[in-house]
């Protein structure tokens, strides 16, 4: 495994830049091992077993069902483009992307786990993790971008398409990751797969308190 996170993020062999076939086994591997580890990690927090456990089955879901669910959008938005042919190649730049985010965070979890042996403050923690998955994602548009920049030299309509996934991908994933959260879990709260107010809406929920705040003078 540590062999195909090497290639992954060397850009090299099965994950080279191209129009190859692509490698769905092995990247959505990666996905579940770096996935799993990190969220392993993620959920320590207040040394409580059963969160650690909830949040290594989360992650993974929130990388892989994110994509899935936008993929259907993408593939039209591509074709709309005149690039359907160009999909595969697309999607091997998409899916390397979530692979390295998967690998990145997954090697910054000993640093998350040192964090936490350092502080018992909830909030700092769930701000941290937070940075923990920004430097992920710079990590995994980094490699897309190494998959995309063939594609752009010969048709810079890439760019919208890339525009496209990642605004839609974005979007689905902060709505994902709130119906899943906890991942960090507070220590003075039981321990829960979901919060009781799961299938609310992020959006909504950020509108409401921003609108309190203003409400009461802030």
């Not at 191209?18 to 086994?25: C, L, Q, S």
């Not at 993620?42 to 892989?64: D, E, N, Y």
């Not at 995309?148 to 010969?154: E, Q, V």
Request: proline share 4%.
């Amino acid at each position: 495994m540590i062999r195909e996170a090497d290639g992954l993020l060397r850009g090299e062999g099965r994950y080279a830049a191209g129009r190859g076939d692509v490698p769905w086994t092995h990247l959505a591997a990666l996905v579940a091992v770096g996935g799993v580890l990190y969220g392993a990690a993620m959920g320590a927090f207040g040394a409580r077993a059963m969160q650690a456990v909830f949040s290594a089955t989360k992650v993974p879901i929130l990388l892989s069902a994110a994509t899935l669910v936008c993929l259907p959008n993408f593939y039209v938005v591509n074709t709309l483009l005149g690039l359907r042919d160009d999909f595969p190649a697309a999607c091997r730049g998409v899916f390397a992307g979530q692979a390295t985010l998967a690998i990145t965070i997954a090697a910054l979890a000993p640093v998350t786990l040192l964090v936490y042996a350092s502080t018992d403050d909830y909030d700092f923690a769930v701000v941290f993790n937070g940075v923990v998955f920004a430097i992920g994602a710079v990590a995994g548009q980094v490699t897309l971008q190494r998959h995309y920049r063939a594609l752009i030299a010969a048709n810079p309509r890439h760019r919208i398409g890339r525009a496209a996934w990642l605004t839609l991908y974005v979007f689905v994933a902060i709505q994902l990751a709130w119906t899943l959260r906890p991942f960090v879990g507070r220590p003075e709260t039981p321990t829960t797969f979901f919060r009781e107010e799961a299938w609310s809406n992020a959006y909504v929920e950020v509108v409401r308190k921003v609108a309190g705040a203003v409400g009461r003078g802030y």
